[in-house]
Every structure is written in C-alpha cells, then in structure tokens.
C-alpha cells in the first residue's frame, strides 16, 4: 500500500476512537452515578488530527464522485473529443489498385443475347480448362497428411522447402551455387514484390517501373511516399525498354530498377543483349536490380528465356518468382525472393528484407511442406502441354485480329496476355481506350482491360488462357464491334497504327 494511503486511514482511524472514547466512557461521580456530561477542554493536537481527517474524508467522496461521473462519460470526452473522429491511415488511405478503380468506372451493362466472354481476368484456373497437375495436388495432400506441416515455420521458410526452391532455380546463376540462406519464401510473388521494394526504397526516394507494367507496382509504393518513375516499352521493338528514356530518369534517390521478364501486361521476352543494356545501366548508376520472374517458364517457342542474375555478378539481383503461374495454383499464395548478390554490395538491406518476413509470421506452411515434391515430381510434359495451349490462343487471336481495321495487336513471346494497339482516332464514337472497353462489353459481351490500367492508354489487354474456341468467338465479335464503329473516312493528322505505317508487317505469318 503506498504510504500516502497508509497515512490517510491512520489518521482517519485514529480520529474517530478518540471520538468514540469520549462519547462512551462518561465521566462518573464519586457516588457511581453517572455524572453530567460535560466536555473536555480541546487539545490543539486533536483538533489539528479530526480537522485532517475531515479534510481527507472529503477530498476520498469528491474522488469517488468524480470517478463515477467519469464512468457514465464516453472515453472520448475525456480526451477531450466532442464526437467521432476516426480516421484512415495515410497509408490506407493513398493506397489504390489502379485495375479496381477503372473497372469499377465502367458503366457496363452487357448484352443479354451474348454469353459474356472475360479476357480482363488474369487468373489461369478461372475456366477450368486449365488444372494443376496430379502430381502437384498429391503433394499437397501428402503435407497435410504428414500432419508436420501444422505449425509456425521459421520466418523465412522450413529449411527444405528453402532447399528445393534453391534447387529449382539453379538455372538463375552460371554455377548453380545458391545457398538455402539466399532464399525467402512469401506469401505469393506480390508478397516477394513488396518486400524487395521496401527493403531498398525509403520515403522519398523512386523505384523505376516498365510502362506498360503490372498497376501493383504503383499500388505497394505510393502509400509509403515512394515515388514510381516509369520507363517506356516500345511495341514497335517488342516492348524493349527505352534506354535512353530509362537512363534519364535516374538521380540521387533513385533505389532500384524493375525489371518485369516475360511481361506483363506485354507478353514480351527480353533477349540476353538488351538484359545486358540493363545491367550496363545499372552498373554505371550502381543500381540494384528487382526481377519480377513470375512468368519465367512461360515462353512460346522461338524465344528464350534468361535470368538477368545469370548475366551478371557486378549487379545484385532480388529475383521474385513462385508457384502462381506456371504451376496454375495462385491462390495457394506461394511465392519467393532470391537474393543474388555475389559481391555483397546489399549491405543490411539484406536484413532488412529478411527482417520483413516477420511482418506476418512466415507463409503458408502446408504448401512449403509440399514444395519439395511439387518442384520435383511434376512433369514437364505438363508444363509443355500448357504453353502449347497458351501459343495456340495467341497464335489465332493475333492473326484474327490483325486483319481488324483500327486494331493492332504485337505477338506475344510468353506469359498469357496480349497488348492490343486501338487507333482510337478510326473510332470518334469513343474518347478513348477506356470507353472503347465499355461498349464493347455493352454491345458484345467481350471484356478486355484498357491499357490505362497499366499506364498504357490507346490499347487493351486480353487474357490467353480461355479455350480456344472462346477465344476464336471473342475475336468474331470484336471484329464484328469494330467494322461497326470503325470510320474509314475520319478526318485525322496522323495514324498511331502501326500496321498502317508498315512498323509490324515484318511478323512471320502464323500458322496452327
């Protein structure tokens, strides 16, 4: 009990025996009667005590009343609020999926006597045509049934799993040679995105991004006052970056480059010489490189694939990949980030990064438990037999579609999407490319994405993963939209086709 209180109740105690000695214990006569009561001769001492007691008691009944009264009160009228005043975070509040808030935009109203077709959905498995294979599903089921795989891993992922992703990626460096220790496993490939960029960008500073490029990148980065500085992918050269553009965005604050190989929303493949114009950028600004890998594996044949931390040891490399894609599983969340870094010219952003998985305690450990089996015992036949769907629809799409007047589609190398040029001036019903989306859907039931979501006005993005029948039927109607609104005659300066200016005709005509 502290000693203030201890003090109080003494004094108060001692207080009131004295009163009850007085009032019971009356002074008695000589002959035994009880004596008039008569009262004592104050002692300066007692009145001093009762008058401190008195005074305590009172200052104990106004505390108790104030604390009541602080009982019947809002919380926050005691802090000194006169109502509700909850609000957002800065960082909730600035963050936005760009694709969310244009589709949400859209006043679309399909038509009735058309099944809707979906080519805006960059989910693999939404059609059913395309399934994880046996072997990745067993794996699974022989996790959960081990029962070891119920409980917290490390932050970083269990060991072996750590393991096979080393093993699997032994391709991204010439000797092979990564370690278990260069391995983080996350919650999905966004995951692994997010935590490259805040573990090398502060406040303030910029992370360079591909425009076209996938609208995450802006969404992880401006609610922490990251600045994105895009650099131009240029559809007359494949989507090849635009060095010169690129180089001349760098400065003092400047954190990283990102690269995104196979593209999205683009489909493009980089070759090895213009990944060595990257790294020479990166080597002269001393630059670290994020390598958004995800579609690694998804290349069409005559392309190649390389990993850019392949082609250099000078320039460290944060290369993001998982299961996502290429085994059709995104929403088992499995992703991971590869540190290459052979000159450790990191620092302590590798702690940083590392220290970033225990914002949310490691990923799902059912699926590391399976990752060893999944990576080794799929089939590549699988694999093979879903790029073979993928080239197919892309094949016939671009060749539907090129013979469409106003259109211009470039002819993807990998991933699972194709850019789509819209000579919006052929067009003057629509102001651009968003509205062109809009009655497409209304008038055919087609949904494809503006090229606004990615920072790409004047195109569309369709998706190349429905069967190929439906992708042959989306083609017809949209086809059949643009002779409709397609103004041969229209008044115009200049032609953005690049069909018509002849940029595109060197493409090899495609046969099935």
């Known amino acids: ?82 109502g509700w005043q909850v609000k957002s975070s800065k960082l909730a509040i600035n963050t936005h999926n760009h694709i969310r808030n244009i589709v949400e935009s859209l006043k679309i109203k399909p038509n009735p006597e058309k099944p809707m077709i979906p080519l805006s959905i960059g989910d693999p498995t939404i059609f059913g045509n395309l399934r994880a294979a046996d072997e990745t599903m067993k794996a699974v089921l022989h996790s959960l049934e081990s029962g070891k795989f119920n409980g917290y891993a490390h932050t970083q992922g269990h060991e072996a799993s750590r393991l096979a992703v080393a093993q699997y990626s032994a391709h991204q460096r010439p000797d092979g040679a990564i370690e278990t220790s260069d391995v983080v496993l996350c919650s999905g490939c966004s995951s692994a995105l997010e935590y490259c960029i805040l573990a090398l960008a502060d406040r303030g500073q910029n992370v360079l991004v591909p425009r076209p490029g996938f609208c995450l990148y802006h969404t992880l980065t401006e609610g922490l006052d990251i600045e994105v500085r895009y650099y131009d992918l240029l559809p007359e050269q494949q989507w090849r970056a635009d060095l010169v553009q690129l180089e001349s965005l760098i400065d003092q604050n400047t954190a990283a480059l990102l690269i995104n190989n196979p593209s999205n929303p683009c489909g493009s493949v980089f070759d090895e010489n213009h990944l060595r114009q990257l790294i020479a950028i990166c080597e002269r600004h001393y630059l670290p490189i994020i390598a958004d890998e995800i579609y690694e594996h998804f290349v069409f044949p005559g392309s190649k694939h390389l990993a850019v931390s392949s082609l250099t040891r000078e320039v460290p490399v944060l290369s993001c990949g998982g299961l996502t894609k290429r085994f059709l599983v995104p929403g088992w969340r499995m992703g991971w980030i590869i540190v290459h870094d052979r000159k450790q010219r990191l620092g302590n952003a590798v702690t940083g990064l590392k220290n970033m998985c225990g914002r949310i305690l490691g990923s799902n450990t059912i699926i590391q438990g399976a990752l060893p089996e999944i990576l080794a015992k799929t089939p590549q036949s699988y694999f093979d037999g879903v790029i073979e769907v993928l080239y197919s629809n892309a094949s016939l799409a671009y060749k539907l579609l090129k013979q469409v007047h106003g259109l211009n589609p470039v002819m993807p190398n990998g991933a699972m999407y194709m850019m789509i040029g819209v000579s919006i001036e052929r067009f ?53 939209f643009c002779e409709r609104h397609y103004k041969k005659n229209y008044n115009t300066t200049h032609s953005s086709s690049y069909i018509e200016h002849g940029l595109l005709d060197g493409a090899e005509e495609l046969s099935f």
Not at 448 to 477: D, K
């Open 428 to 480: 003057p019903e629509f102001k651009d490319d968003t509205h062109f989306v809009q009655e497409l859907v209304n008038e055919q039931s087609v949904f494809c994405l503006p090229g606004s979501c990615f920072q790409c006005p004047g195109y569309v993005r369709i998706v190349l993963t429905v069967p190929l029948a439906m992708i042959e039927e989306a083609c017809q109607r949209i086809a059949e």
């Open 1 to 82: 009990m502290p000693s203030s209180v201890a003090n109080e109740g003494y004094q108060f105690q001692r207080a009131n025996s004295r009163n009850q000695q007085n009032s019971s214990c009356p002074s008695r006569s000589a002959s035994g009667s009880p004596a008039a009561v008569t009262q004592p001769p104050p002692n300066s001492d007692d009145v001093v005590d009762e008058a401190l007691a008195e005074l305590q008691l009172q200052s104990q009944q106004q505390q108790q009343q104030q604390q009541q009264q602080q009982m019947l009160q809002p919380a926050a009228a005691i802090k000194g609020r006169s």
